[in-house]
């Protein structure tokens, strides 16, 4: 009896072992963001997450507004990284540093846009979601700039408008009445601490092309 309750405990030992080792090495190759991954994207300085919502600027384009916000739970922040128009990159595979993106707001189906328009609170350059389905035009593009080859998951990136050549920023002016407390997103001229960010919660797509659930999805 002692016997098999030895061989037992040594198969579960062995099991957990195997298990272990496999979640390792499936983890080694799930360190990246991919195309096709649904994530929220943290301001790092300001500790706000990139957000919109179906409310329209009061001036400037008059187009969807981009706010950051505190909360980590409101589903409003989640964010589609795909390809550029008419060049779609391949679901599940790592993003590039250096590589042009499109960021799709999951609710609404518009893109991160930017222009030369005025923000309005902080007079920088005007960031809006824009387009319909996930269509909109070539200032949709933002190119991730990292330090490696490709862009890891915990860490800290830019993302440059490769129309305007401005940052994606965040410098703490909050918003009044509708949207009070959410904080202004504009794009920025240089790079400096308000335009880093990294990817959060979400849903990142293997290679495999099956989701990696990350958080609260």
């Known amino acids: 009896m002692e016997m098999i309750l030895a061989l037992k405990a040594l198969v579960k030992s062995l099991l957990f072992v195997l298990l272990w080792s496999f979640c390792e090495g499936k983890d080694s190759d799930l360190n990246y963001v991919t195309c096709g991954s649904l994530v929220k994207l943290l301001n790092t300085r300001h500790n706000v997450r990139l957000h919109s919502h179906d409310v329209k600027y009061g001036s400037g384009s008059g187009q969807q507004s981009v706010t950051g916000v505190d909360a980590a739970d409101d589903s409003n922040s989640y964010w589609q990284i795909r390809g550029k128009p008419n060049r779609p990159c391949q679901r599940g595979v790592a993003i590039k540093c250096g590589q042009g993106i499109r960021i799709t707001h999951m609710k609404t189906g518009r893109n991160l846009h930017s222009h030369h328009f005025s923000s309005p609170l902080s007079n920088n350059q005007e960031v809006s979601a824009f387009g319909e389905n996930g269509e909109g035009d070539d200032l949709d593009v933002w190119?991730?700039?990292?330090?490696?080859?490709?862009?890891?998951?915990?860490?800290?990136?830019?993302f440059k408008h490769t129309g305007t050549d401005v940052y994606l920023s965040v410098t703490g002016e909050q918003y009044g009445h509708p949207i009070r407390g959410q904080r202004e997103v504009h794009g920025m001229s240089a790079p400096n601490q308000?335009?880093?960010?990294?990817?959060?919660?979400?849903?990142?797509?293997?290679?495999?092309?099956?989701?990696?659930?990350?958080?609260?999805?």
Not at 194 to 217: A, C, K, T, Y
């Open 194 to 217: 308000h335009n880093w960010w990294r990817s959060m919660e979400g849903v990142f797509i293997q290679p495999s092309q099956e989701p990696l659930r990350h958080d609260e999805l």
């Open 143 to 158: 190119a991730v700039q990292c330090d490696g080859d490709h862009w890891e998951r915990d860490e800290a990136v830019r």
